[in-house]
């Protein structure tokens, strides 16, 4: 059983691009969790989603960041006119419910922003 | 609120020697409450999970987390450190009260371990 599958590791952009990320979740499971991590500090909850539903996103900026999770395919965090505050690694994160149950982590995607 | 406190950041040990690494949590409710590890440039591991059954729990690699409600306390320890431990460790509250179950991390401590 394949873990959570996140693409690409490694992500370069200049300001003013878009950044797109990518999380498949583990096999069956339906619940995935956008996480950000910046140098030297813990990881931030950013938003929850269940297939086509944005559950909670209290974490996610108010402009520029926005979260999907299509019916068929991964979920796409995509941060748009990124800037230099944006490097940082994200990591998704898949469970097979919601509360009281583990979150499996994927391996991140490191984004640096020149 | 829920929040979480590791109360060091960083950690230096002997190999062979116990580890103990430090974490209070606060919460309004019956808290999950989760270590996990992240080797350099790595996702991260689940070590072990507290759900409100056992309150020493025993996890992977030797390592064990005692849940203590008075205290509001679970320390991550293990009684013989390996090189391989080396890491960044953090400790993380669900926020179980809310739809959500997302996850609270602590700023993490870091695990050194001399040869």
């Known amino acids: 059983n394949a873990g959570v599958m996140q693409n690409p590791r490694h992500l370069v952009r200049r300001r003013g691009q878009e950044a797109r990320l990518r999380c498949s979740p583990m096999k069956g499971h339906s619940h995935v969790y956008w996480y950000r991590q910046l140098p030297e500090e813990g990881l931030k909850f950013m938003v929850y989603?269940?297939?086509?539903?944005?559950?909670?996103e209290s974490g996610m900026p108010k402009e520029r960041f926005s979260a999907e999770f299509p019916k068929e395919g991964p979920s796409i965090l995509r941060i748009q006119q990124v800037v230099r505050g944006d490097s940082a690694a994200y990591f998704c994160a898949s469970s097979r419910e919601r509360t009281q149950e583990t979150q499996y982590f994927g391996p991140g995607t490191r984004l640096l922003v020149l | 609120a829920q929040s979480v406190t590791q109360l060091d950041s960083h950690v230096s040990v002997s190999e062979g020697t116990p580890v103990l690494l430090r974490c209070n949590y606060s919460s309004s409710y019956s808290p999950s409450l989760f270590w996990y590890v992240q080797h350099p440039n790595k996702g991260l591991q689940l070590l072990l999970k507290?759900?409100?059954?056992?309150?020493l729990v025993k996890g992977i690699n030797g390592f064990e987390a005692e849940f203590k409600k008075s205290e509001t306390s679970f320390h991550l320890t293990k009684p013989s450190a390996h090189m391989s431990d080396a890491a960044e460790y953090f400790c993380v509250v669900s926020h179980g009260s809310s739809n959500t179950g997302k996850l609270i991390f602590g700023q993490g401590t870091t695990l050194q371990v001399k040869p």
């Open positions: 507290y759900t409100s059954a056992a309150t």
């Open positions: 989603l269940q297939k086509e539903n944005i559950i909670d």
